[in-house]
């Protein structure tokens, strides 16, 4: 199993940006594809990035590409998540999400938010306009 903390969350206005941090608890995390999951007040939880095991390989949803880059270090068992020129409907609870892939191809990450198996509790990100 593995435990993820979320940090990095808070208030930004429009064009500013904001970097988000996962740390995980465990030794076997390069086994993890991770994930950055967000949900905004009465809408469904959305895809934001994925990162693969080795790093080696990332996807994004379209509205955010260009401006979200994830990244990862093995070595301090943390995820990040580097957002620049946020938009006001950036606003939303980011979630941190892991899925076990140590038997999925080394650029494997999943898309789908229901496939990741181990969640954080989530940050807080407000983009004032």
């Known amino acids: 199993q593995v435990q993820l903390v979320e940090s990095g969350g808070g208030l930004v206005q429009a064009g500013g940006s904001l970097r988000l941090s996962c740390a995980a608890s465990g030794r076997t995390f390069s086994s993890y594809s991770m994930g950055w999951i967000r949900q905004a007040p009465g809408k469904e939880r959305e895809f934001v990035a994925a990162i693969s095991r080795t790093g080696g390989a990332t996807g994004y949803v379209d509205r955010v590409k260009g401006r979200f880059t994830i990244s990862r270090d093995n070595v301090k068992n943390t995820v990040y998540l580097q957002m620049n020129s946020l938009k006001p409907e950036d606003t939303a609870v980011y979630y941190c999400?892991?899925?076990?892939?140590?038997?999925?191809?080394?650029?494997?990450?999943?898309?789908?938010?229901?496939?990741?198996?181990?969640w954080g509790q989530g940050t807080q990100v407000t983009v004032s306009s």
């Open positions: 999400a892991a899925r076990n892939s140590q038997y999925s191809r080394t650029d494997y990450y999943p898309t789908d938010w229901t496939r990741y198996d181990y």
